[in-house]
């Protein structure tokens, strides 16, 4: 069905060409004076035409296939042979806390990468202690890591345990960031990443509340939202995303996971995983070996 | 599961750090929750015919609208990219709550503006043939070219106002109440989160509404040296108190109910309430500002022993610290669902600056914009209800 063929514009014909949409005029019906009769009319006309504009110009712009979205990005060049694309890739992510050692090189590639303001995180690491007196700490890996960053580290004889959590995006499949966004900024790339249109984003910073990972923020650079996007950029150049490139332990595992053969598909298949929140039924897409019940 | 929510070793997510919303969306759902609570005032009188609050329906119609036309002043000025602003009536996203702002905003606003301009027609339409010089022209102009107006046009006038009125009411609440929407909506915040948040600030904003028109006529009689009508006053506590009353049944069943419960978020909310917000909620928000109003109230509401001038005063009182306690109940949820991290470990700083574009001063600017509007209103509108000889009918 074209766009005037929807029954708020085909009333457009008849309004447009002045005509009396109901006929009683034709019939003299009105009961009004020519005059009157024509003033009426055209009043009457110019009532139902501006309406009908008015309210087919709104209707419009709930239509996002017709507004935004969908001439954003260009579809990604997979495929590799220059001929038919290659079905649509489907990626996860897998951060296996037991092989993190927090050193830090995920973080300055990320911040080299994307050009993350200082103050502000794509991506973090954060270290749980636990200590044997029942305390948990727990702090931000420093971007030297911890052996340069010159910190006072917990004594060994006082700890019980400690692991690393490195955090990035999630890209849930049921985004509340996606969600809340009013003008269509945060949209989901054809391969399920959540991505932001910076040219789009007015700066409302309702996305950030609503995301519950506290991966969000306002750049303070661009005055947009920012996010993780898993390096969307690499990731279309088939390449690795940055944090993954530079982990020097494989802690952070990418890659598609319709393909049984990739790493992840094999180590997903193998290990039990979990997501962080997951009673908020967001349905994230990277996935953690060894998460805590303490892990937020 | 046990949250050290905010305990010796804090910890926050790097990004929960520089909070998000400011100072103005503290201000937005305050001024809209005004426009919304003196709308409703103009339609005890005009939907369903209150004769008591005659004297204020004319103020409470103007003061909506020049409440309303600031409303989206401090959300301009919030925006990082305020020139996109119109994105969201371009292109609204359907998912979203926020896009709905544009489109509730402008049916109200549209519906108050026919509103207040068939209400003062006759005013305007008779001025437009008594007044001189620039006046003239300025009234001509308001009445839309238009300078007489039958019987008939009266009454058609007449029953226009009476049709938006009813109008206007659902669309006031439908303004407020999606304000307690957008916060309530967001699963990622405990403290937001609650399927009673748009009752709670539908409600506040009547009470915000009623208090700063009691203020509003208490103030301006005085100025002008005129006796406010008793009848007014005691019916204007009356309302205060019954919808002060709601707004803080509903504000406590939303705290007991989580209270009581224990779930997670109890934690988080606990510790805020406990530290963060022990000033500015159980201080300001539930005992200056709730119950001593709730005490207070039944004296200009009730009581008829009581001189008029004390009535007024506690009445004037009352209204104040009921201002208050919606402006700190916006405060509590705007600003106190940003006090803590998401990762629930650790308190955040907030910032509150005195100048630039989100600072104090702007926000004192951006309360006072619509006092102005009022005053400058008030300059052109006869805000006070014609004489009983030339209405000799309405009161009848």
């Known amino acids: 069905m074209s766009l005037f063929e929807l029954p708020i514009l085909s009333t457009l014909g008849p309004a447009a060409a002045g005509g009396c949409a109901s006929g009683g005029c034709a019939s003299g019906g009105c009961g009004t004076a020519p005059a009157e009769r024509t003033s009426e009319n055209s009043r009457r006309e110019f009532l139902k035409t501006a309406t009908t504009l008015t309210l087919g110009a709104m209707s419009l712009t709930l239509l996002p296939g017709v507004t935004a979205g969908d001439d ?67 702090d931000l890996v420093p971007e030297t890591g911890y052996a340069e960053s010159g910190e006072v580290q917990p004594a060994a004889e006082d700890v019980l345990r400690a692991y690393f959590v490195p955090k990035l995006c999630n890209q849930c499949v049921d985004a509340p960031c996606n969600q809340v966004c009013p003008v269509h900024a945060s949209i989901k790339s054809p391969e399920g990443i959540e991505l932001v249109d910076t040219d789009r984003c007015i700066g409302c910073g309702y996305c950030v509340q609503a995301c519950p990972y506290g991966i969000r923020f306002m750049n303070h650079d661009t005055g947009v939202a920012d996010k993780c996007n898993w390096c969307y950029h690499r990731v279309m150049r088939n390449e690795q995303p940055a944090c993954v490139e530079a982990c020097p332990t494989g802690a952070r595992v990418f890659g598609r996971v319709d393909d049984p053969d990739s790493e992840i598909s094999k180590r997903l298949a193998t290990v039990p995983t979990n997501v962080l929140k997951q009673h908020l039924g967001t349905l994230p897409l990277t996935r953690y070996v060894g998460l805590t019940d303490e892990v937020t | 599961m046990e949250f050290h929510a905010l305990h010796d ?120 043939g008594t007044a001189s010089g620039a006046w003239r022209g300025v009234y001509r102009a308001l009445a839309l070219g238009v300078v007489e107006i039958t019987p008939r046009a009266a009454e058609i006038d007449r029953r226009l106002v009476h049709v938006l009125s009813v109008i206007g009411i659902p669309a006031a609440c439908l303004l407020h109440g999606y304000v307690g929407f957008l916060f309530g909506a967001i699963k990622a915040n405990p403290w937001w989160s609650s399927s009673l948040m748009p009752v709670i600030f539908l409600t506040s904003a009547v009470v915000s509404g009623i208090a700063v028109l009691t203020l509003l006529y208490l103030f301006l009689c005085r100025r002008s040296r005129m006796e406010p009508e008793a009848e007014c006053v005691r019916s204007l506590s009356r309302l205060l108190w019954m919808f002060l009353l709601l707004a803080v049944v509903f504000e406590a069943i939303d705290i007991l109910h989580v209270a009581y419960e224990r779930e997670e978020e109890w934690h988080v909310i606990r510790a805020l309430l406990s530290t963060k917000l022990r000033f500015s909620y159980l201080t300001l928000q539930v005992v200056i500002g709730s119950l001593l109003p709730l005490l207070l109230l ?33 405060w509590n949820v705007v600003v106190g669902g940003q006090l803590f991290s998401k990762s629930f470990r650790g308190f955040v700083e907030y910032p509150v600056d005195w100048f630039g574009r989100e600072g104090l001063l702007a926000a004192a600017v951006v309360l006072a914009m619509p006092m102005v509007l009022l005053w400058g209103a008030m300059q052109i509108l006869p805000v006070w209800p014609p004489s009983p000889e030339s209405e000799s009918g309405a009161k009848a």
């Open chain 2, 298 to 330: 039944p004296l200009p509401a009730f009581s008829r022993r009581l001189g008029a001038g004390f009535r007024h005063s506690i009445a004037g009182v009352a209204a104040v610290l009921i201002l208050v306690q919606v402006a700190a109940m916006r």
């Open chain 2, 9 to 128: 070793a804090p910890f926050i997510f790097p990004n929960d750090a520089h909070p998000p919303w400011s100072i103005m969306i503290v201000l937005y759902p305050y001024i809209t929750g005004m426009v919304a609570g003196a709308f409703v005032v103009s339609t005890m009188y005009h939907v369903f015919h209150r004769e008591a609050l005659r004297p204020v329906a004319r103020l409470a119609v103007v003061t909506s609208l020049c409440l309303g036309a600031c409303a989206t002043l401090p959300l301009l000025l919030h925006l990082h990219q305020p020139l996109r602003a119109f994105n969201v009536v371009a292109t609204p996203s359907p998912t979203s709550a926020m896009a709905g702002f544009g489109f509730i905003y402008s049916f109200y606003m549209l519906v108050l503006l026919v509103d207040v301009w068939l209400i003062f027609r006759p005013a305007i339409v008779e001025r437009a």
């Open chain 1, 72 to 138: 954003l990005l260009p579809l990604p060049p997979h495929g590799g042979d220059g001929h038919a694309p290659a079905a649509k890739p489907m990626y996860g992510f897998l951060i296996d806390t037991t092989k993190c050692i927090g050193a830090g090189k995920c973080l300055t590639a990320c911040r080299v990468e994307n050009g993350v303001p200082d103050g502000q995180s794509r991506t973090w690491v954060e270290r749980y202690v636990h200590y044997k007196d029942g305390r948990v700490e727990v």
